[in-house]
């Protein structure tokens, strides 16, 4: 245990080092925003990855996806990473990069203002980045904390409020730069963890064949191609954590800041092997929890006999990982939740201080000010995500599936329309972004719990679907 204490305390340490870096290299609001417009090619691909895959992944996902549909959940991993990474890279990297500087933007809500002339597309996407973004933080903040309790005992409250402190301290002082500085250590510490997890996993069970004849053992369709839950319920998923990423905001803004084509070229081989690594064992050890985990020798990750599905994941690492390696697991989903956290956090405060303040209230504020309220706005949206944390809300995948689905069902159609057509229009793009949304909450609200994924998954299609519809009422603009 005192190995953890050290192990953390000096990994706080070195976060606050590199914040501090990061902020001597941060003089202006575009320094803070997209570390000056000029990342390279690794911190980008890690960056990325590290922002795709958090905590929400390692705790809430893989424990839930893989006790419901076992083997087959790493489907999943495939979409993540063929869509969500190398199709995002391939199709839309070097696009937005070249749109970023023709529009001189540094938000997604400034491109659709830009692209479609419409202010209001502009505040609708910025209101909903700033709504939808609180509960997914949240959730992030929820996994890491159920971490704690598991590895430190330490009580949820208090592991949630050092989260957020050392989250703002890090991002405050240095911005995206200290982001992608970071997101290099985190990158290779996700990379050595899910190896140490994989081989740990697979030895403690006996070998690959023992596993897979145990699956077999409880429900033959748990080594099935499709999981019990069904084909529907798979694709739904499949669909709605790949396809969403290529209109994600958190995920877009690292092309903004990206150096050049040669640098997306890189990343683009680089990010996708991370994810694939990543993901694939993530969703493979989360199926063994049906091997390891059981309502009499783990009681906490069970009520009545059913799985608490937010459970499962810390107690399967502490079941199955030697004492010794613990703390390197721990680290890994440290580091996979503090970048997500520092992303979602810094296109939240965007969305208030340059979506907003400079677009609505103050156009002609200046760069420092922009800064300063940057700074200020991070640390209210980690406030008011440990808040709703702090309650416990629902599940965290259920929570996670909302917040994907309405902000993809915002962007998808009118970003992605808007990168690739010069046909579509103002009315096409406010249309299908609001109408996506009114389908994404309306089924949430009928279908309940259960179906978020599969309303999420609607939602976002239909926003695709209503851009050309809408279209044809508007005059056509290119």
């Known amino acids: 245990m005192t190995a953890k204490y050290i192990t953390v305390l000096a990994y706080t340490i070195l976060i606050i080092v590199i914040g501090i870096l990061g902020s001597k290299k941060t003089k202006s609001f575009k320094d803070f925003m997209l570390g000056g417009g000029k990342v390279g090619p690794w911190m980008t691909a890690f960056s990325y990855g590290t922002a795709y895959f958090s905590a929400v992944l390692f705790i809430g996902f893989a424990g839930k996806i893989g006790w419901g549909f076992g083997l087959s959940g790493m489907w999943i991993a495939v979409g993540n990473s063929f869509l969500g990474v190398l199709g995002v890279w391939l199709l839309l990297g070097n696009k937005i990069k ?77 911005g995206y730069k200290s982001m992608a500085m970071i997101d290099v250590i985190f990158g290779i510490i996700m990379t050595i963890g899910v190896f140490i997890l994989l081989g740990s996993t697979i030895s403690k069970g006996g070998g690959l064949p023992n596993i897979f004849q145990s699956l077999k053992n409880i429900n033959p369709k ?29 995920l877009v803004h690292k092309f903004y800041s990206i150096k050049d084509k040669r640098s997306i070229k890189i990343g683009t081989i680089a990010s996708t092997i991370f994810a694939l690594i990543v993901t694939g ?15 009499e020798s783990n009681p906490d990750a069970f009520v009545n006999g059913k799985p608490v599905f937010d459970i499962l994941m810390p107690e399967l690492l502490v079941t199955v990982i030697p004492a010794a390696l613990s703390v390197v697991i721990l680290l890994l989903i440290l580091s996979a939740s503090m970048s997500t956290l520092a992303a979602l956090v810094l296109i939240s405060s965007s969305a208030i201080t340059k979506d907003l303040y400079h677009g609505f209230i103050k156009k002609d504020a200046s760069d420092k000010t922009l800064t300063i309220l940057m700074r200020a706005g991070s640390v209210f949206f ?3 995500s440990i808040i709703l944390a702090s309650f416990k809300p629902a599940v965290i995948v259920t929570i996670l599936a909302i917040s994907w689905g309405a902000i993809a069902s915002v962007f998808l159609g009118p970003f992605i329309w808007g990168m690739f057509s010069k046909k579509v229009n103002k009315v ?4 299908a972004s609001v109408g996506g949304l009114t389908i994404c909450l309306i089924l949430f609200f009928f279908w309940g719990a259960n179906m978020v994924p599969q309303a999420g998954s609607i939602g976002m299609l239909s926003s695709l679907a209503l851009v050309p519809v809408f279209s044809l009422f508007g005059k056509k603009k290119n």
């Not at 096409?428 to 249309?431: L, T």
């Open 382 to 384: 980690i406030l008011l």
């Open 281 to 295: 064992i993530a969703y493979f050890t989360g199926a063994l929890t049906r091997i390891f985990l059981s309502p």
């Open 222 to 250: 748990l080594i099935s191609p499709v999981g019990p839950p069904g084909i529907w319920a798979l694709l739904s998923l499949v669909c709605l954590t790949s396809v969403a990423p290529f209109a994600m905001p958190q």
């Open 428 to 431: 096409g793009a406010v249309g």
């Open 98 to 174: 070249l749109a970023s500087e023709k529009y001189n933007i540094h938000t997604m809500p400034e491109f659709l203002e830009a692209r479609f002339g419409s202010p209001f597309l502009k505040l609708f996407a910025s209101i909903a980045i700033f709504i939808f973004f609180i509960p997914y933080t949240a959730a992030v903040f929820m996994g890491l904390s159920y971490l704690f309790e598991s590895n430190f005992h330490l009580p949820y409250t208090y592991a949630l409020l050092f989260m957020g402190i050392l989250t703002a301290i890090y991002l405050v002082l240095g």
